[in-house]
């Protein structure tokens, strides 16, 4: 599934980004990689961003951009 | 190699030991402009990067006896080249400038602070990780292993809390002995290679054979470079421009260049993917590694920014929110400042005005034309320009709250779905938010837009936006032709700004460059912070120091030459400096203009004169009205003469009562009522203006005057604002922005004017 897709509040671990070029690169600066355990912790209203926390930070991502973040359900640490 | 640092910091004080030079580099919001603030006290400049519009930050401490000049590096995630800020870091990083640099990192988001700190230490320079930000990762209950770090570094690795200092003197210790080898020896030269060893990623193959063969050819092609030439081989087969830069200057560097673009495609085929794609995957999987070696994460409790993030962005509280805060500080603008303005008005215009009449009169220049110039002319000039500094201190100083606190970041988030539709980012948002303060800065904040389709389009929006140099002009053209509804009609024209920037966001958005069309949005959003006061002072003093040096020449030089043009006649029987207004060389001036404004009601040599010198700068608008509708009534007026001091005790008073004014303000503050105190002294200027707009539209001076308030609001920028505009875009942007401005105020006006005389009563 994608990230878009998904709900709040459950751990992600992110397996394909389908993105290329300076978005993927973009995304993997900001710690958005292959492997990387993620969550979504809010939605903007409207339609608007999501938010991502990832490592001891949070990202704003764009319903588009999360499409492109490939994640499976993460359990456990 | 790039030259862009010039100041070679405090010079000249004998042969002291040299002053060794460290870049402060690191992610942006991990606080580094605090810790610089710490470091260097009030030893700082700012500049600009020569060439470049990013920001230069450099300041002077001591460590012992080695003095040490600071450079703060822009706030970047990598040295890829891919915006103004990382080329400057890089550039920096790789040249005679510096001799050390220190990464910031903050300690509650070590993984992704890691991998800059994996790039610039695989540059090899030598090195300290600081891990800033330690009493909120504590608090959050983060346990850094220091010693782990350090070792995967080689590098000493410092705590410190910028905000309160501690580890700011360890730090400083540390930086005065960074990277020397000998420490009575001579300093190292450019041609030695800096101690240390440069870290090692493993890029797996291929890629690791490919950089193998660039690299020993790069260290023989640049044997003097700085960086490590395994660094300089990464970067190479990542095309980073400033690197291929670097390296094509010189003699054979092209072909080398060329080798490594071809590297780069066989690695593309053999793996599906692009090498910088992959150095980023790999470097990223070691810098994970590495914090999860070395963090520890105690507690599971939600972090301060989680649960004031439940508010602020909260699905249904976070616009409303936003909105308050919008009006907040818009209160605070008007209300707070006000009482500010009005005494500086009061200073200059009363005791300062007398002081210089009476001084003049004692030398014999009395009544003279040069006591009008003196007085009118400069004096008049110099307060029309102080007149604002409360203004937009106070301005300046909310909104660097609120970009210090982590908001600004929030306000994006929950504002990018608005911008979308017209092609930009929530991004975009802060450049035009920040043009309602003024719009020169806004045109400078376009450069934290990643592309440059979104600066352009940002940057000919930002005119659009209400600066704050324009609310006096609504004001004073509110309290004439709309009295009692003051409040109502500055508000109405802030929201006829944002919706005349979105519909002309969307025009452009269709025209200007279709082919970068994109739909990609990805920030971060800090850590929430309670804002360092040196940090917000110093932001304010900056821009409050830079708007008095644009006033100092060009808003003063105007107020004069409008003055000159005021003295000069044409025509009548008036001489120099004492002629009637419309006798004068303004006056004819204008006149040529004027006939342009006639469809909109505004055919008067009066209207015209404003925008010709409100071109020059918006804050003259209501000096020139001032002084072309105040004109005869100056003439005229009986002056009741107190003595001088008198005065000057006044309005030491006044000063208090303006303190008191400010803070009685601050409760009353959400209800946004500007002006209406100062109508009275106007009243002979608001009977010139009114008559004048009566006859210059048939008897239809509300529609004239609703014209007027939307070519104040719609025509173009000031001279300044074009100017950064052509300094972030170059000529041809700025020329079809002003040409884009006056196209636009134009028809609105004709048309509101038009429908208006025709619909309304006049």
Request: aromatic share 2%; glycine share 22%; hydrophobic share 30%.
């Given at each position: 599934m994608d990230l878009a897709s998904c709900r709040p509040g459950r751990p992600l671990r992110v397996v394909e980004l389908t993105a290329d070029g300076r978005e993927r690169r973009r995304l993997t600066e900001l710690?958005?990689?292959?492997?990387a355990v993620v969550e979504v912790v809010r939605r903007a209203p409207f339609g608007g961003p999501i938010a991502l926390r990832v490592g001891g930070g949070l990202l704003a991502l764009r319903p588009g951009n999360a499409r492109r973040v490939i994640v499976e359900e993460h359990d456990g640490g | 190699m790039a030259d862009v640092c010039h100041e070679p910091g405090p010079s000249g004080r004998g042969h002291r030991p040299e002053a060794r030079r460290v870049a402060l580099a690191g992610n942006?919001?991990?606080g580094k402009s605090s810790l610089f603030n710490r470091l260097t006290g009030s030893h700082q400049h700012v500049g600009n990067w020569p060439g470049k519009t990013v920001e230069r930050h450099w300041g002077t401490c001591r460590a012992g006896a080695v003095p040490l000049t600071l450079v703060d590096l822009p706030g970047t995630?990598?040295?890829?080249?891919?915006?103004p800020e990382e080329v400057v870091a890089e550039q920096v990083l790789c040249?005679?400038?510096?001799?050390a640099v220190a990464v910031v990192l903050d300690s509650t988001n070590l993984e992704r602070n890691l991998y800059l700190a994996a790039q610039v230490a695989e540059l090899g320079r030598p090195l300290v990780l600081v891990l800033n930000m330690t009493d909120v990762a504590e608090a959050d209950g983060f346990r850094i292993d220091g010693a782990a770090l350090g070792e995967a570094f080689s590098a000493p690795v410092v705590r410190t809390t910028g905000r309160s200092g501690a580890g700011v003197d360890e730090l400083i210790a540390v930086l005065g002995v960074l990277?020397?080898?000998?420490?009575?020896?001579p300093t190292v030269g450019p041609d030695t290679r800096a101690p240390g060893t440069p870290l090692s990623i493993d890029y797996g193959e291929p890629l690791e054979s490919e950089i193998a063969a660039l690299e020993d050819r790069l260290a023989r092609l640049l044997?003097?470079?700085?960086?490590a030439p395994r660094w300089l081989a990464v970067q190479l087969l990542e095309a980073d421009p400033v690197t291929i830069d670097d390296v094509m200057n010189?003699?054979?560097?092209a072909a080398v260049v060329a080798d490594a673009a071809r590297a780069a495609q066989r690695v593309l085929d053999a793996t599906g993917e692009e090498p910088a794609l992959l150095v980023a995957d790999r470097r990223f999987a070691w810098a994970n590694g590495l914090a999860r070696a070395s963090v520890e994460r105690r507690t599971t409790l939600r972090s301060r920014t989680e649960r004031l993030d439940d508010v602020l962005?909260?699905?249904?509280l976070g616009l409303p929110i936003f909105l308050a805060l919008m009006w907040l500080v818009f209160g605070l603008v008007t209300h707070v400042a006000g009482p500010f303005v009005d005494w500086i008005d009061g200073v200059v215009n009363g005791p300062v005005a007398a002081l210089a009449e009476a001084g003049l009169a004692a030398v014999g220049?009395?009544?003279?034309w040069f006591e009008a110039l003196v007085v009118d002319g400069v004096i008049g000039g110099v307060g029309s320009v102080l007149v604002f500094v409360p203004v937009l201190a106070v301005l300046y100083l909310a909104l660097g709250v609120l970009e210090d606190s982590g908001y600004m970041a929030r306000a994006a988030f929950l504002l990018d779905r608005v911008m979308r539709p017209i092609?930009?980012?929530?991004?975009s948002f802060l450049p035009l938010l920040l043009g309602f303060g003024c719009n020169v800065p806004g045109v400078y904040a376009t450069?934290?837009?990643?592309r440059r389709r979104d600066r352009i389009i940002t940057a000919l929006l930002v005119p659009f936006v209400s600066c704050a140099a324009r609310l006096p002009v609504y004001v004073l053209l509110a309290a004439v032709f709309f009295p009692g509804s003051q409040g109502t009609v500055v508000f109405s024209l802030y929201v006829a700004s944002i919706v005349a920037t979105l519909l002309i966001g969307g025009l452009l958005d269709r025209f200007?460059?279709?082919?970068?069309r994109t739909d990609s949005f990805i920030l971060e959003l800090p850590p929430y912070r309670r804002p360092s006061a040196a940090v917000l002072w110093a932001y304010v003093a900056q821009r409050v120091r830079s708007f008095l040096a644009r006033a100092g020449t060009v808003i003063f030089a105007c107020a004069l030459a409008v003055w000159f043009l005021l003295a000069i006649?044409?025509?009548?029987?008036g001489s120099f400096g004492q002629t009637d207004m419309d006798d004068s060389l303004f006056a004819a001036t204008a006149e040529v203009v004027a006939p342009v404004l006639a469809p909109a009601g505004l055919d008067s040599w009066q209207v015209a004169g404003t925008f010709v010198s409100g071109f020059v700068a918006k804050e003259v608008m209501v000096s020139t009205m001032e002084q072309a509708y105040g004109g005869e009534a100056t003439d005229t007026e009986v002056e009741e003469e107190p003595a001088p001091v008198d005065e000057l005790v006044d309005s030491g008073e006044g000063l208090l009562e303006a303190i008191a004014d400010a803070a009685r303000a601050v409760p009353g503050?959400?209800?946004?009522?500007?002006?209406?105190?100062d109508a009275d002294e106007d009243v002979d200027i608001a009977a010139a203006m009114r008559a004048d707009l009566e006859a210059t539209s048939d008897g239809h001076a509300t529609a004239a005057a609703v014209a007027f308030l939307a070519l104040v609001l719609l025509y173009v920028p000031c001279m300044a604002t074009v100017a950064a505009i052509r300094h972030e875009l170059g000529g041809r942007w700025a020329a079809i922005s002003i040409v884009l401005n006056l196209t636009v105020a134009w028809l609105v006006a004709v048309a509101l004017f038009q429908v208006g005389s025709t619909v309304g009563t006049g």
């Open positions: 710690g958005v990689h292959r492997g | 942006p919001n991990v995630y990598s040295l890829a080249s891919s915006s040249s005679d400038d510096v001799d990277g020397r080898t000998e420490p009575e020896g044997p003097t470079h700085h960086a010189v003699e054979g560097g962005t909260n699905r249904w220049l009395g009544g003279t092609g930009l980012t929530g991004k450069r934290v837009l990643d200007v460059l279709r082919g970068e006649p044409v025509g009548g029987d503050i959400v209800g946004l009522d500007v002006g209406g105190a």
